[in-house]
Nanobody, 126 residues
Framework: VQLQAYGGGLVQAGGSLRVSCAVSGRSSSLYSFAWFRQAPGKEREFVAAFRRGDRSTYYKDSVKGRFAISRDNAENTVYLQMNNLKPEDTAVYYC????????????????????WGQGTLVTVSS
């Protein structure tokens, strides 16, 4: 399976942006997905995840209530809707996929994911 993230850009603080991850090669219904992000000089961190089996969603505490991950099997695309963006959300956002039905802890770990997209830059200005 191949993943291609897109939709990043420049947005003012308080604004909204939706980044997308196009899935090709196999049906998105077969995978759990996550979004991670990496700011300059920092390690890659978990943002949100969508579990394949029960369709549960999980979020980093600082984005709860502002971000929403979703999967559209008809479009074979995974989305991350980001609202009320803050300058500290500035980062390159990566989508990731894995066929395993990980428990919640596993979904937050970069090593759990087999497939990665190339990243899309989100810049939030103050």
């Amino acid at each position: 399976v191949q993943l291609q993230a897109y939709g990043g850009g420049l947005v003012q603080a308080g604004g909204s942006l939706r980044v997308s991850c196009a899935v090709s090669g196999r049906s998105s219904s077969l995978y759990s997905f996550a979004w991670f992000r990496q700011a300059p000089g920092k390690e890659r961190e978990f943002v949100a995840a969508f579990r394949r089996g029960d369709r549960s969603t999980y979020y980093k505490d600082s984005v709860k209530g502002r971000f929403a991950i979703s999967r559209d099997n008809a479009e074979n695309t995974v989305y991350l809707q980001m609202n009320n963006l803050k300058p500290e959300d500035t980062a390159v956002y990566y989508c990731a996929a894995d066929p395993k039905n990980w428990a919640s802890g596993g979904l937050r770990y970069t090593g759990s994911y087999t497939y990665w997209g190339q990243g899309t830059l989100v810049t939030v200005s103050s």
